[in-house]
């Protein structure tokens, strides 16, 4: 027997059902984009090597997927070339093109070559799938969506203002309760200026940052482990376990931070955004959130699901240099993504997915012989018109084997029309959850679907 197919590991199939979930995330998603003003872009699934190397770090790059160049990849090279070259050197000759990593980088690029045609600030976003050549695990994939959105090419705090109203508009749709979680990066410096420790700003914040999920004992230890002094972990502790309404930790920090420039600018503006954010949901100022310390230089946001033990399902922040890699420094921006799989999960464990949302068909007709399907096909039209999805069973066959075809796709409705119906100008309209029929005309059925 011939071998079953099967797919690369960390890449998935998904169903009509899940897509129609999935296109549910997506739509409410893009809908709640275009509300704020922003436009979609696409860009391409690979891009050049030179575009995407050195962007991300060294891990980074040897998690990009390299498309082997077409053709005589291997003209020009001799044998013993080919034989002693490492795989780095090999990779550099035979692929000039990869697949995109994020969609944050190509944004990058696509910003600089078509700076003359955009009107600044640019409000982009963009749904696309992103590649990483990462071992598969569970919850890690090869190949996922992303959901961001950015604004360049201006420096006002309003941008931040608007991206968590977005954050807060999309899941009060999705009936998700969340927490948002928000911090900046020019406070965390200051922190770390504040127990004389500025050198070590990314292991205190890598450290601090991880508090939810190792606790305060660990994270102190890791501090320790990282040359931290005694003294400065010391003076950390009230910052970490800082509690209280956002107000009565920024008035602390303001005081702590008395002596940092670069600490109060950063207080100064989470005052500015949290006087002008008006949510449905929780906000929450959260000292320990640090997210990427080398990307980010201002707010910083992530969200947390209130009743679903997952992490993080959005994040983002300022950023102030996002085409410095391409040779058009100074451009400030500020972005959000939306993690499309964990929300998938959570609309899932909470069972919030619209009935409308991920119903396929409404209404099968029943194919009796070529006169009914005749007689079916006008109607079907007008159900169609109406903008209530129908279809009629394409084969005669027995009335058992296309009332299985109705349950397996779950319709809910079924349209019978014998020769009775038929003489009566009539369909049987048969409810598939109650079992009750009806004797209806075409535009009382119309109606009953609708």
């Given at each position: ?135 598969p695990q569970k919850g890690r994939y090869r190949e996922f969506y ?272 014998g020769e009775s119906e038929m003489n009566e100008g009539k369909i ?23």
């Open positions: 027997m011939a071998q079953k197919p099967s797919i690369p590991k960390g890449t998935r199939d998904f169903s009509p059902v899940e897509m129609a979930k999935r296109n549910y995330i997506f739509n409410t998603i893009k809908e709640v984009y275009a509300l704020y003003g922003f436009q979609q872009i696409e860009t391409p699934a690979m891009e050049n090597l030179s575009t995407l190397m050195g962007k991300y770090g060294e891990e980074g790059d040897k998690l990009l997927f390299k498309i082997l160049n077409s053709g005589d990849f291997l003209h020009g090279m001799t044998a013993e070339e080919v034989a002693t070259t490492s795989t780095g050197k090999l990779a550099a000759k035979f692929c000039e093109k990869g697949l995109r990593y994020d969609l944050t980088v190509p944004f990058a690029r696509y910003v600089v070559q078509h700076r003359e045609e955009l009107a600044l600030p640019f409000k982009r976003y963009q749904i696309q799938p992103v590649w990483r050549a990462d071992r992303q959901c961001d959105a950015d604004v360049v090419g201006s420096d006002s705090l309003l941008n931040e203002v608007e991206l968590m109203q977005i954050v807060d508009t999309v899941f009060t749709r999705f009936g998700v309760r969340v927490c948002i979680k928000m911090n900046n990066r020019k406070i965390l410096t200051g922190i770390a200026e504040m127990i004389g420790q500025a050198d070590k700003i990314v292991d205190i914040t890598v450290a601090m940052d991880k508090l939810d999920k190792i606790g305060l004992d660990a994270v102190n230890a890791e501090l320790a482990e990282d040359g931290v002094p005694a003294e400065a972990i010391a003076k950390l502790q009230p910052i970490i376990q800082l509690s209280g309404s956002n107000e009565e930790k920024l008035a602390t920090m303001k005081e702590v931070l008395k002596d940092s420039e670069t600490g109060l600018k950063g207080v100064e503006e989470m005052e500015y955004i949290l006087s002008k954010l008006e949510t449905k949901n929780e906000v929450e100022l959260d000292l320990t959130l640090a997210r990427g310390l080398n990307y980010y230089t201002g707010a910083i946001f992530e969200v947390k699901a209130l009743d679903v033990e997952i992490g993080s399902i959005t994040g983002g922040g300022r950023y102030d240099n996002l085409t410095g890699i391409f040779g058009m420094p100074g451009l400030s921006g500020v972005g959000i993504s939306f993690g499309a799989d964990r929300i998938f999960d959570v609309l899932n464990q909470l069972d919030l997915y619209p009935k409308e949302a991920v119903g396929g068909t409404k209404v099968l007709f029943v194919n009796f012989g070529e006169a009914e399907a005749a007689y079916c096909l006008p109607v079907l039209a007008k159900v169609r018109a109406a903008g209530i999805s129908g279809e009629i069973f394409p084969d005669a066959v027995k009335m058992k084997k296309q009332m299985s075809y109705a349950n397996a796709k779950t319709i809910p409705f079924v349209a019978l029309a049987n309209l048969k409810n598939m959850t109650t079992g009750e029929q009806k004797l209806v005309t075409a535009e009382e059925l119309v109606e009953e679907l609708s």
